[in-house]
Each structure stands twice: as structure tokens, then as C-alpha cells.
T-cell receptor, first 111, second 115 residues
Framework: GEDVEQSLFLSVREGDSSVINCTYT??????LYWYKQEPGAGLQLLTYIFSNMDMKQDQRLTVLLNKKDKHLSLRIADTQTGDSAIYFC???????????FGSGTQLTVLP | DAGVIQSPRHEVTEMGQEVTLRCKPISGHDYLFWYRQTMMRGLELLIY????????DSGMPEDRFSAKMPNASFSTLKIQPSEPRDSAVYFC?????????????FGPGTRLTVT
């Protein structure tokens, strides 16, 4: 995951918005993904964005993409305690769109 | 659909023993991926298959690791002999191409501990 970078930790208060940032390196990546991992569980696909889009909204989730800066962000509105988890961004490459993951951001939601 | 199924969920074994991890992908998916997750190295792609054929195994750490996919509904990852540094969570994922998008769906993982 060394080519995809994320900050390791983020703490927010319940009800606030969370913004998780990610930078990637491969400008040819066509799709970028956000996954959520809860303790002891596998990775759950949250959302994705196609590289020709700037923004995608899906209920409480908003993904912003800045291709020029290779910067991706995930905003979670009205963050709840159930949102506490590790969030991974991933870029896709290759013929099978193999995923390269960031190190993950541990989101802690405080009451 | 039941999603990607992995077994066992936990495996504890002694150094030198053979370990076999199993995966059943989502029916109809034509790509299968094996990943390893550790604190030090994060998520690493080990190998992937397309239509049961291994395509890229460049992520397999060494010859002690091998993977097979005898049919579209079953894959194994074998470690022989196992070593303590193999301790990790191993994930299987499958995907199906939808246009240019290949959404990968992950299994719950197998937590391997080698003592």
C-alpha cells in the first residue's frame, strides 16, 4: 500500500462530519474505492468513483476526487458510533483492476 | 447470495505444519483474489485468478505458498511449511466485471497464527 497514502487516525464527535483523505499515485486508475473494515471482519465495499467524475454522493457518503492532485476524500455526514471502523481507499490498476490499498484510517466516533 | 465464504475463520498451527485456507467466491464472479493483511505491511495482493487460471502470482512471498482454483466455486491457499512470520489475516475476494468496473467483494478472512 505504499503508493496510496492515508492518515492513520481520525476522531470526531457523534453528529459531526468526518472527512477521510487519501492520495494516490497512478493517474491511469479508472476507479477508486472506499472500503470499511470493522473489528474482526472483512472489508465492506462502501462506494466508488469513476475517474471522470469530481463528486459522487450516496446517502451520508460523499466522495470527492481531484485528479490533478491525485487526491480522494470520503465525507461521512452525521457520523454515528456505528461508523467507527478502519476506512481504506484503494486504486485500481491492471487488466483485472487489481486493487492497491492505503494503510487505512482508524475512525473513532466519540459520544 | 451468501457472499464470499472462507474457512476456517481461525487457524492456529505449529511452525513447520502445512496450512490450507479455503475460499468459495460469489457465484458467477470470474475473478478471485487472495490478500494478506498484517499490521506491518497492510493489505497485500498475493495472487489472482481469472476463470480459474492464475494470472499474477508476483505477490506470493515465496515458494512455501501455493494457490489453486480447481473450479469456479473453490480455491485454496496452501502454506507448507508454515512459519511464525506467516501469521496474518488472509482474505479472499471475488469480482465480476461491470463495464470497466470490477467491484471486489471480500470474505470475512482467516486469522492464521503460527506458533
Amino acid at each position: 500500500g505504499e503508493d496510496v497514502e492515508q492518515s492513520l487516525f481520525l476522531s470526531v464527535r457523534e453528529g459531526d462530519s468526518s472527512v477521510i483523505n487519501c492520495t494516490y499515485t497512478d493517474s491511469s486508475s479508472t476507479y477508486l474505492y472506499w472500503y470499511k473494515q470493522e473489528p474482526g471482519a472483512g472489508l465492506q465495499l462502501l462506494t466508488y468513483i469513476f475517474s471522470n467524475m469530481d463528486m459522487k454522493q450516496d446517502q451520508r457518503l460523499t466522495v470527492l476526487l481531484n485528479k490533478k492532485d491525485k487526491h480522494l476524500s470520503l465525507r461521512i455526514a452525521d457520523t454515528q458510533t456505528g461508523d467507527s471502523a478502519i476506512y481504506f481507499c484503494a486504486e485500481s490498476r491492471g487488466s483485472a483492476r487489481q486493487l492497491t490499498f492505503g494503510s487505512g484510517t482508524q475512525l473513532t466516533v466519540l459520544p | 447470495d451468501a457472499g464470499v465464504i472462507q474457512s476456517p475463520r481461525h487457524e492456529v498451527t505449529e511452525m513447520g505444519q502445512e496450512v490450507t485456507l479455503r475460499c468459495k467466491p460469489i457465484s458467477g464472479h470470474d475473478y478471485l483474489f487472495w490478500y494478506r493483511q498484517t499490521m506491518m505491511r497492510g493489505l497485500e495482493l498475493l495472487i489472482y485468478f481469472n476463470n480459474n487460471v492464475p494470472i499474477d502470482d508476483s505477490g506470493m512471498p515465496e515458494d512455501r505458498f501455493s494457490a489453486k482454483m480447481p473450479n469456479a466455486s473453490f480455491s485454496t491457499l496452501k502454506i507448507q511449511p508454515s512459519e511464525p512470520r506467516d501469521s496474518a489475516v488472509y482474505f479472499c475476494a471475488s469480482s465480476l466485471r461491470k463495464g470497466g468496473n470490477y467491484e471486489q467483494y471480500f470474505g470475512p478472512g482467516t486469522r492464521l497464527t503460527v506458533t
